[in-house]
């Protein structure tokens, strides 16, 4: 069993920006894949970004291509998701998720085992 804790959302303005963290503790962080979702309120979540257990792959959805940056550091058991240029559309939910597959990048939740409870971002205009 793995459980994962996310920190470091917050309220900022647009074109702000946040590192978000999540803490992985139990079963070896490295060997899964981490992927980051968010959801806003009325809407499915959704697929942010992702990386292997490696760190050498990565993977971004383009609503958020060139303002996100996914890393992990695996000695730490904690992945990591910069956000610059913050839009009010970023406003959401955002949570970090483990996947088992090792070796491609899955943008579904229901690829995902393990989730963690989510952090808030708010975007002012």
């Known amino acids: 069993q793995v459980q994962l804790v996310e920190s470091g959302g917050g309220l900022v303005q647009a074109g702000g920006s946040l590192r978000l963290s999540c803490v992985a503790s139990g079963r070896t962080f490295m060997s899964y894949t981490i992927g980051w979702f968010r959801q806003a309120p009325g809407k499915e979540r959704e697929f942010v970004a992702g990386m292997l257990w490696r760190g050498d792959n990565t993977y971004y959805a383009d609503s958020v ?52 409870q989510g952090t808030q971002v708010t975007v002012s205009s």
């Open 65 to 116: 291509k060139g303002r996100f940056t996914i890393s992990r550091d695996n000695a730490k058991n904690t992945g990591y998701l910069q956000i610059n240029s913050l839009k009010p559309e970023d406003t959401a939910i955002y949570y970090c998720a483990l996947s088992r597959s090792a070796f491609v990048v899955r943008t579904t939740p229901a690829a995902y085992d393990y989730w963690g």
